[in-house]
């Protein structure tokens, strides 16, 4: 920012005062979410492989503000079936659930139905989602 001031000789001056422009800080940016492999198999074909970091969230509606629970690979367990038109993979984790729906449609597939819920045991509250829409649609042996 520059600041000029032209003076004419003979002419009373004042310099005006400067003013301050006051930035938001940024909000501290929230920890990487972990990245897990899941997997549904029928024997020895996998038929679901997906590769995501999950994150829920849910409006608190007692502290009027978004809770955000990050979900732990590590701790979760996997499950689910393999058909030939529609594939479930289901994630639990302690506190919740996560299922996935997805539907082959020749020549693409895509998830059909996902469907969440989590309780969070410090407060006693208990949320639950489900989403019945076309997404993440692509192309078979593609992701």
């Known amino acids: ?46 038929c679901i492989k997906a590769v995501m970091g999950l994150q829920l969230m849910a409006q608190n509606t007692q502290k009027k503000q978004m809770e955000y629970m990050a979900v732990n690979p590590n701790a979760t367990e996997t499950s689910g079936s393999c058909g030939t038109v529609q594939s479930e993979l289901n994630i639990t984790f302690s506190g919740g659930f996560i299922n996935f729906t997805f539907v082959k449609q020749a020549p693409t597939y895509y ?33």
């Open 1 to 46: 920012m520059i600041n000029t001031t032209t003076i004419h000789p003979g002419t009373p001056t004042t310099i005006p005062s400067t003013t301050m422009t006051v930035r938001p800080t940024p909000a501290p940016r929230p920890s990487p979410i972990p990245t897990g492999i899941y997997t549904v198999s029928n024997g020895n074909r996998t």
């Open 111 to 143: 998830v059909s139905k996902i469907e969440a819920r989590l309780q969070l045991s410090s407060e006693g509250m208990l949320y639950y989602a489900a989403i019945d829409k076309k997404l993440f649609t692509t192309k078979l042996g593609n992701s």
